[in-house]
């Protein structure tokens, strides 16, 4: 557990230079960028996310997705596209150098955003972030995750700066399954939960850290409270003022806690898990966020301190994973088992910010916890 009596100066790098959050905001992209910027701008995008966002592009920016774009989740050559990894983005930067592009435009879900993100940092170029999902708060993070070609989770990386301007226009976020809307849920809730353990230490924390918990609470109420809403609002097409406080919640307020309390408010167990359970090959295609809501049940069971009962009736209420078999693991396999917990508890996994040990046996038996519950909770 993170505790001290004299704060230690933290890195705070509160989001984006820039954001735009309305009907129309691509718009904005005219009045950032000068046309001869724009005409040599590289666009990575997802195939979906191009699809969906289309009508609402300018006509530039749609333009370069057929002479200047990159189709990211397929394969180029040997080389899979599906994952931000260091091989896709040494493919890129050697692609576009030297002097192949003069802006990085990043048009999609998260990976497709962290890995035009990283690209923009290793190019030392601005970068734009228009995410099409509200699934995670990656557009408006200075940081990228890393996986392996495979999809194996190998960390994160922090770099000097976010992006330059992130644009939302909520009626592209509208056209995305509810999946995604229900990741991203997940995702902020537990950014309140995770950091409860990390902030424990209370007014000895820096002053910022203990800013980046109080957001994280206030957005713990907004989602509690309009998350439903904001679900059904998705689901029957409805631009509603609670659908936009949703996605300005997921998006710019879960990057501000973690941009505001750095390693006081970012990751604790959830994410540990999450990444344990990357090395399961069955979980790949399941989404950030449905992986972390998973790990925060198994957190809440770590704990022992009654979050679990409240989260549980939530997650049933916007259908969230409730168990390991939930998600297409079964629980029964020791071996899949073992693959998982050794992963979670690698020395250098955040789980260990947990303000007691956590062994193998530990964590098997707050598995089991979870699964027991869930399998007789109606």
Same mark, same amino acid.
């Given at each position: 557990?993170?505790?001290?009596?004299?704060?230690?100066?933290?890195?705070?790098?509160?989001?984006?230079?820039?954001?735009?959050?309305?009907?129309?905001?691509?718009?904005?992209?005219? *009045? %950032?960028?000068?046309?001869?910027?724009?005409?040599?701008?590289?666009?990575?995008?997802?195939?979906?996310?191009?699809?969906?966002?289309?009508?609402?592009?300018? /006509?530039?920016?749609?333009?370069?997705?057929?002479?200047?774009?990159?189709?990211?989740?397929?394969?180029?050559?040997?080389?899979?596209?599906?994952?931000?990894?260091?091989?896709?983005? #040494?493919?890129?930067?050697?692609?576009?150098?030297?002097?192949?592009?003069?802006?990085?435009?990043?048009?999609?879900?998260?990976?497709?955003?962290?890995?035009?993100?990283?690209?923009?940092?290793? %190019?030392?170029?601005?970068?734009?972030?228009?995410?099409?999902?509200?699934?995670?708060?990656?557009?408006?993070?200075?940081?990228?995750?890393?996986? =392996?070609?495979?999809?194996?989770?190998?960390?994160?990386?922090?770099?000097?700066?976010?992006?330059?301007?992130? +644009?939302?226009?909520?009626?592209?976020?509208?056209?995305?399954?509810?999946?995604?809307?229900?990741?991203?849920?997940? #995702?902020?809730?537990?950014?309140?939960?995770?950091?409860?353990?990390?902030?424990?230490?209370?007014?000895? /924390?820096?002053? =910022?850290? *203990?800013?980046?918990?109080?957001?994280?609470?206030?957005?713990?109420?907004?989602?509690?409270?309009?998350?439903?809403?904001?679900?059904?609002?998705?689901?029957?097409?409805?631009? =509603?003022?609670?659908?936009?406080?949703? !996605?300005?919640?997921?998006?710019?307020?879960?990057? /501000?806690?973690?941009?505001?309390?750095?390693?006081?408010?970012?990751?604790?167990?959830?994410?540990?898990?999450?990444?344990?359970?990357?090395?399961?090959?069955?979980?790949?295609? /399941?989404?950030?966020?449905?992986?972390?809501?998973?790990?925060?049940?198994?957190?809440?069971?770590?704990?022992?301190?009654?979050?679990?009962?409240?989260? !549980?009736?939530?997650?049933?209420?916007?259908?969230?994973?409730?168990?390991?078999?939930?998600?297409?693991?079964?629980?029964?396999?020791?071996?899949?088992?073992?693959?998982?917990?050794?992963? =979670?508890?690698?020395?250098?996994?955040?789980?260990?910010?947990?303000?007691?040990?956590?062994?193998? @046996?530990? +964590?098997?038996?707050?598995?089991?916890? @979870?699964?027991?519950?869930?399998?007789?909770?109606?």
């Amino acid at each position: 557990m993170l505790k001290q009596t004299n704060p230690d100066p933290i890195r705070v790098q509160p989001g984006p230079a820039n954001y735009y959050s309305y009907p129309g905001a691509m718009e904005e992209l005219g *009045r %950032l960028f000068p046309e001869k910027t724009l005409e040599r701008a590289f666009l990575l995008h997802g195939k979906r996310a191009l699809v969906g966002a289309l009508p609402y592009l300018p /006509l530039a920016l749609s333009r370069l997705a057929g002479s200047r774009g990159f189709l990211f989740g397929g394969r180029d050559g040997l080389l899979n596209t599906a994952h931000c990894s260091h091989e896709l983005v #040494d493919h890129l930067s050697a692609s576009l150098r030297p002097g192949g592009a003069s802006l990085i435009i990043g048009l999609g879900g998260g990976s497709v955003l962290d890995t035009a993100k990283a690209l923009a940092i290793k %190019l030392d170029l601005p970068f734009v972030a228009i995410p099409t999902i509200a699934a995670t708060c990656a557009a408006a993070t200075p940081l990228s995750v890393w996986y =392996s070609v495979e999809g194996k989770a190998l960390g994160f990386e922090v770099f000097n700066r976010a992006a330059d301007a992130v +644009l939302v226009d909520p009626r592209i976020i509208l056209e995305a399954p509810a999946d995604y809307l229900k990741a991203g849920l997940a #995702d902020t809730l537990a950014k309140w939960y995770e950091a409860s353990i990390l902030t424990s230490g209370g007014a000895d /924390l820096p002053l =910022s850290a *203990r800013l980046g918990f109080e957001v994280s609470a206030t957005l713990k109420d907004v989602l509690l409270e309009k998350g439903k809403a904001a679900k059904t609002a998705l689901e029957t097409h409805t631009l =509603s003022t609670e659908f936009i406080e949703v !996605v300005d919640a997921i998006i710019i307020g879960g990057g /501000l806690v973690g941009g505001l309390g750095e390693r006081y408010t970012r990751v604790a167990a959830a994410h540990a898990l999450h990444n344990g359970m990357s090395v399961l090959s069955e979980t790949h295609h /399941l989404l950030h966020g449905v992986k972390v809501a998973y790990g925060l049940l198994v957190q809440a069971a770590l704990m022992k301190d009654g979050s679990l009962d409240e989260l !549980v009736p939530k997650f049933r209420e916007l259908e969230l994973p409730l168990s390991l078999r939930n998600m297409g693991v079964d629980p029964n396999d020791k071996e899949k088992l073992r693959l998982f917990i050794d992963a =979670s508890l690698v020395p250098s996994e955040s789980i260990h910010y947990l303000p007691f040990s956590v062994d193998k @046996v530990r +964590l098997l038996h707050a598995i089991e916890t @979870v699964e027991k519950l869930t399998d007789h909770t109606p």
